[in-house]
Nanobody, 123 residues
Framework: QVQLVEAGGGLVQAGDSLKLSCEVSGLSFSRCGMAWFRHGPGREREFVAAILRNSDTHYAPSAKERFTISRDNAKAAIYLQMSSLKPEDTAVYSC?????????????????WGQGTQVTVSS
């Protein structure tokens, strides 16, 4: 079955860095357009970053300059390197696969989702 498994979340202090990973199995990963979304307390789920099959990337304004998304097709995984973390980055971070390989900032357009990993940034 299709599985997307996130890891790497935790409790950090403002200004720290953290690297999230998402391992994918059960589907043709190389065909996926992949993305990270986050769902923070009292907020709606929001787009963070996306990476296409050819490794083109797109970032939300809040993530640009601080976050870097990458993928390793050989490992069927994507990563989110986060730096200069702020308390407002506190959220559950989830990865998602767009089965047609498209780039989208809209959550409902993604076909497969992981359970998420909690990131908490203290001030």
């Amino acid at each position: 079955q299709v599985q997307l498994v996130e890891a790497g979340g935790g409790l950090v202090q403002a200004g720290d860095s953290l690297k999230l990973s998402c391992e994918v199995s059960g589907l043709s990963f190389s065909r996926c357009g992949m993305a990270w979304f986050r769902h923070g307390p009292g907020r709606e789920r929001e787009f963070v970053a996306a990476i296409l099959r050819n490794s083109d990337t797109h970032y939300a304004p809040s993530a640009k300059e601080r976050f870097t998304i990458s993928r390793d097709n050989a490992k069927a995984a994507i990563y989110l390197q986060m730096s200069s973390l702020k308390p407002e980055d506190t959220a559950v971070y989830s990865c998602a696969c767009h089965a047609w390989g498209r780039l989208s900032t809209i959550a409902r357009e993604y076909d497969y989702w992981g359970q998420g990993t909690q990131v908490t940034v203290s001030s």
